[in-house]
């Protein structure tokens, strides 16, 4: 079992910064590869970056690549992303999410652990 918290979401003018933060609980952090989702209001969640256990992998949807980097600290259980030249459409809920497998992915179905999300709105 692991419980996922996100931080660092809120409110930053197009073209800024932000940092996402989700701490994870259990023993077994460094098994879990680890996805970063989004909502936008009236859309469905999307994927929008993954990495695997040990962190050699990375995945990025087209949307963030160049912009969004992910990375985990399997010492201190917490997974980050990154996000610069920051757009009005990256506004959504982003979500951290977990999966029991050493391969990333980018499909929602293969995670079985979620956080409640944090918001972050890019202002134009």
């Known amino acids: 079992q692991v419980q996922l918290v996100e931080s660092g979401g809120g409110l930053v003018q197009a073209g800024g910064s932000l940092a996402l933060s989700c701490a994870a609980s259990?023993?077994?952090?460094?098994?879990?590869?680890m996805g970063w989702f989004r909502q936008a209001p009236g859309k469905e969640r999307e994927f929008v970056a993954a990495?695997?256990?040990?962190?050699?992998?990375?995945n990025y949807a087209d949307s963030v690549k160049g912009r969004f980097t992910i990375s985990r600290d399997n010492a201190k259980n917490t997974v980050s992303l990154q996000m610069n030249s920051l757009k009005p459409e990256d506004t959504a809920i982003y979500y951290c999410?977990?999966?029991?497998?050493?391969?990333?992915?980018?499909?929602?179905?293969?995670?079985?652990?979620w956080g409640q999300g944090t918001q972050v709105t890019v202002s134009s």
């Open positions: 999410a977990a999966r029991n497998s050493v391969w990333v992915a980018t499909t929602e179905n293969f995670y079985a652990y």
């Open positions: 259990g023993r077994t952090f460094s098994s879990y590869s």
């Open positions: 990495i695997n256990w040990s962190g050699g992998n990375t």
